[in-house]
């Protein structure tokens, strides 16, 4: 059995993933929008 706080942890850890991931996808989209509107 995995204690409740190894089970804690993986979880703050799939959560500082999935955010990390958030804003590399949000800066890419804005870097994405800026080359447009120089079109």
């Not at 804003?23 to 994405?32: A, E, G, H, Y």
């Amino acid at each position: 059995m995995r204690s409740r706080k190894q089970i804690e942890n993986d979880g703050t850890k799939v959560d500082t993933l999935s955010l990390e991931v958030l804003l590399d996808i949000r800066d890419l989209m804005v870097k994405q929008a800026k080359k447009e509107k120089k079109n």
